[in-house]
């Protein structure tokens, strides 16, 4: 648990305070006090819990909430406090094209703002080294830091919202090559859009909460600070509007190769097309003059031999030409394979 | 039918009164009554309604909507009292991927929570334990007594909606495996899927009851017990939100379904044309040198036959060579099946 | 045309009345006076619209609008009267998944309910028996009146939900099967879901009329009747629920039937490849040792052709042993046959 | 073009005006006006802009969106007028399954109506005829005149609305029998489906500016006049849920097409898969004896030929009975053509 | 960055101010001020944001999303101006079926308005042109100045919108014919789709600015200019209504890319079908006789060759009859391409 306070007359940033030091801080109104609770190993829950019911006063139900890990993000007005759930996100290592989200539990009060969490936050370590820095966030109360936290969360969307780009791109270039088996990429796609409509839903869920809040809905926070709060609002929009177009993208994949997969079995069937319908009938040619009939009298002729080899010919190259005319010799993937070699 | 009393002078729950203890019990403000009415066998129907109807004086189209079975969740609002319709499941016995739900009929009114049902609820056992270990619940009211009922009730889910989950993932290998037949898997598909539309559609219904109880639309509520519904609510639209992602699973499920076994008759296609096109032009080779020309000098070499074997050897070696580069060949399921035994 | 007074004084249902009687009976505010007209061959027309123009004093537009026989379910208000438009189903007799809507055009005032058809209505039927056997609808007014005849027309709409899903299901156990060919199965999925969304159209206007009844939007209801009102809707409410779910299913049907016939080919192709890929190699070795080379050492030998023989049967076997082991033979549709005899 | 002037006075509607008796007109409030401009070579475009800006004081944008062509419906409020677009449709010649839409543009003034338009309109001149043999519309003034005018046009869109359910109707037949090709087929239900989305989009927007007219929102129109707006309204709002549901229709088309060709493909594929099973193995046991061992004792027997003959003919007949046991002989589209003959 | 100045008194637009002007400009509430600034590479990045903060005295927040090049089209009303956000297009010179949008910033204040953007405008040149030859736009004061501006930047999207749709229609037609691979086409469709998409979404998110505006929602904008900014929002209303409609069109031609390829298979495989059951029994028959059997009577018949060679031309034919009266020759793409030279 770190503790920082602003001290108004002072007009700088302290540090270094403990939970017995709490109720006097929060006494003090002209105090900015921000409270950072790491909960990592619930070694000490007890403790916080204490702390959250009886220094800061909040309903025993947030409190709960809190200590829950599979919350959805949500914004909830107390009397004295607001309490809003958000999600943070980062790529997972193993698999660029997934990522993972962690629970983030803010309290707003008059003059203090609670974090809550379980797991380590960028955005957090950031917002910490700038009031270290500048007073400026402080100065400007507890809902300006509170936008400061939410604001540097949200930019974290844009780096994973960007992988996913790449991911979809060189996914469909390989959905469009197929040279592995199409299980696989269909895998990949599967697991792609499953990590898009997460992203769909969990920025949607959190522009709910940040419309709530930068609409004026809560008296907590003070008409000169929303637009801020609606800055981090349109931030969000954009994110939440590109997972939307990257689900539209991903749906596509799909499409795409089902129907790549359908023009392949088409250049299969054609080529078994071809070559059965060139080679039967030669080897009809071939049985005709295999049988033991006494009387047939081309077998005794000098050239018959020769004559037979001849229109066997004739007819594989007229067959050819039948079906370069019909157009489907010479298509298949390689005018694909051409212009894909040109792009390169 | 089972009567719960807590008086609050004596600070204590008592059991065992009859139908008959009602009127006198209800006329006094003070005490807290919970009335739970099994009606299993619908043997004392009669007698049930009439407590119902002169008692209670609920009006009596809520109480025939009790003896109905076929109800929605709903929320009905009446002067003297509230009526809810909501649902529990639990899941099937024999399939683990479906869940039965069962009616329960609540009655909210200024001292007293009548629950009625023609099934055991889990949830109730659990309610009733805790106010014999316990009169906490009963101290805050009516009002919060239902709430620990709908709460319990709600809890209930999860486990289906867990269970849920781990059928789609294990169906979801079966299908990229597909080793048995493609229509057993989509039945099982189709199963899920109605399943899961079923659960979407209670959870949000219930969800809308909930929705307008937290959002004290009801003044029989009060304000002081709104966060308890609303908790209630948020743990209800959790598991709306997994159903409704459930849904989204279990139809690319059939997507994939779909899209595997094209990709599986892709693999049977070619491997009949490659099939078809090594052995075709071999037997026609055989059939020429079959044929009963008398002039065919090939025929009279030493080493004729000989040089026709290698011939052959040669035009079945080129073929795969091209296929190999073609890469119609080593494709297929093979390498899907490795990377799947690396996982396990 | 059939008249019904309820006389309050009298505390009885007479009959019997002549559109003559009419404005005596409407003048006196005490009556609660039923008038059912049938114009089955449009003889009377002329002679009806004159008694609902100048003895009800109805808005010729709503006039004209009854006499036509197209209309959708709506509800319109005017200061005298209400008038709405429902329709009544029954399951058509030569197609069982099939239904047949017919319009009853109703007129509330203070004291008389108008009811306006052109086809006969087992629900009339019903409340008219009702009536003459118990004038307790008719002591609480013209509203209640009206609210027993949607009551029982909404509850005929029951029995043809039912069939839909008797239809439903047996539709999907021969899309399993497919014994028959295709197209006639596909035929009956495209009826099934014009007939489901017929029904999810007209089940979900009649809502919202029956929605704006019970939510208090017109005065010419009272209050104390709505809950009945809202019960009706209710009922529709469940109706409406279950065509929704209903098109899905015939939605899932149609995705099914798809990929049946998907399978099947699968398995057909699959036969195909393994009957080639034994007969051609066999074919072709035979077609060696018909050439007709001098110097073919084996030919001379003694077992050459028992060995070849062997040879073939030997290839015949190791294909089969592969193409088991590939899973591809013992498959197909074998498996589900015996599970669907299992189920028997 | 046209000045139709009903004279209250007169009780008579008289013709024959020109543009110069439009303002002493205008100034008599107890006259009712319609003026219908015809610009149908634009000859006169800049004598009729002017008659607007000056004569009628029309806004210089709801003037230039007369003479624009490309206009949505829509309907706009002017302190001394209404602006309102409205689409007429008629069936095109040459395609029964498409239709023109043609603009119209009505102001509606206190005492005038003007309708602006280039092409010719059925509605309009059944409206010209009505007044001139009955008085009885312009009476009630000029809000009810363009009631006329709207109910004439709207009325012209239900044949236009019956035809496409004829068109639906025969295609869908002709998707079931498939004589032709596919790709024509296809043709016209993409064609159909533009059709339909266009009727669909034209009649919603339609919908929109009838549904403010006729819910009051304007005070140029009388309260007595709103309910045959109502009526016209509910004409309309049947016309846009038949093309909501032909659109559904036009969707089943595609995807019964999409069906009717796997299940051909697939009966085809049978049909190739019996033939090759049963002429590979009759082809093998050919080549066997066609082999040139010396020791073949067969060939040598009296009745070998005969017996081999007869082998394969067993072969082939148990062949034909195991593929018509398992359902593959006598199903294809043969019953379907019986049941559809019956049906004629 | 150019300034424009229309000096009411002097009824002319004055040019050639420089920054410094612009305190004093604008301190003369008569004057009406146009700031265009164009930030081409960044260079006066910092003394821009200083004009806009200190001489403007515009938020913070403002400024820095304008120097943002990622946002959306939005709207933000500050006490003392209107900050609005819009897209033009133009389309992509290398690829038709693409377009590129660029971002333009714009303040309105009392009597100025700023554009600032990083990229040219065709339609800023446009309206510069404009109050250069007429100072009529400027006389009505600066919102109308706006409006012009967006007037003529929503018009230079029809260009594009109108090549879609042409691009779409000669897509279609290759769809149909399918001369080149599959692949290929396909890669177009989804680039189709994706500009169509992105099309959609930024008129319709520009839509939502120009409502917001054209309801009188921002004082900024007198009521009299109201109706010139709806014209602009009808405009757009057009476009957006034109890339949903071209949407479906795109998903449309999905579609018949995947029937197109799916008939064309079903033609391969019956073209496959019927040469396999030619050949196949012609085949069969020729190994009878070119069996070795010593006693085969018809091998020493005079004729037995020539009657045989009959036999399969008998067969042969009575095959092709069969396949004819099938339907299965003379179907496939013959009369589509007939069909489709007569329409040339």
């Known amino acids: 648990m770190e503790i920082f306070v602003y001290r108004k007359n002072a007009e700088r940033v302290e540090e270094g ?10 006494a003090d109104e002209s105090n900015v006090i921000w409270v950072d609770i790491v909960n990592k190993n619930e070694e000490n829950s007890k403790e916080v819990k204490e702390i959250l019911l009886n220094d800061f ?24 406090y607001l309490y809003l759930i958000v999600h943070g996100i980062k790529p997972e290592e193993t698999h660029p094209s997934n990522f993972v ?9 008059k003059n203090f703002v609670v ?51 790449e991911v979809i791109n060189s996914l469909e ?25 997460r ?21 907590q926070i003070p008409a000169s600070i ?17 997972s939307e177009n990257y689900r539209d993208l991903v749906n596509s994949l799909f499409d795409i190769h089902f129907s790549v997969t359908t023009n392949k079995t088409n250049d299969i069937i054609k080529f078994l097309t071809i070559f059965s319908a060139i080679w039967l009938p030669l080897s009809f040619i ?33 067959l050819l030409i039948y079906f370069w005319r019909k157009g489907w010799i010479l298509q298949g993937n390689e005018d694909y394979n051409e212009k894909e070699s040109e792009t390169k």
């Open 199 to 219: 992203l769909k839903r969990i920025s949607s869920r959190q522009l709910d909460v940040l419309y709530r809040i930068s609409h004026g809905e809560f008296p």
């Open 57 to 80: 006063k909040f309903h025993p139900l947030t409190v709960e909430d809190c200590f829950e890990t599979r919350n959805q993000p949500k914004i909830e007005a107390f009397p004295e």
């Open 115 to 165: 974090t809550f969490r379980v797991e380590g936050f960028q955005s957090i370590k950031l917002v910490k080294q700038q009031i270290r820095n500048n007073t400026f966030s402080c100065q400007r109360g507890a809902a300006y830091l509170l936008h400061q936290i939410l604001d540097q969360l949200v930019d974290l969307y844009m780096p994973v919202v960007d992988d996913f780009y």
């Open 226 to 242: 929303l637009p801020f709060f609606r800055d981090v609002h349109d931030h969000l929009q954009r994110i939440s509007d590109l």
């Open 101 to 109: 989200t962690k629970e983030l539990d803010c309290f707003l009060g």
């Open 173 to 197: 270039d390989r959905v469009f090559l197929m040279k592995n088996s199409g299980n696989q990429v269909l895998e990949e796609i599967m697991d792609l859009r499953r990590s898009v409509s």
């Open 286 to 318: 071939a049985g005709i003059y295999g049988m033991n009939f006494e009387n047939m009298p081309e077998l005794k002729t000098q050239n018959g031999y020769y004559f037979t080899l001849c229109l066997m010919a004739l007819i594989a190259i007229s």
């Open 17 to 26: 305070f403990t939970a017995n030091d709490l109720p006097s801080l929060l």
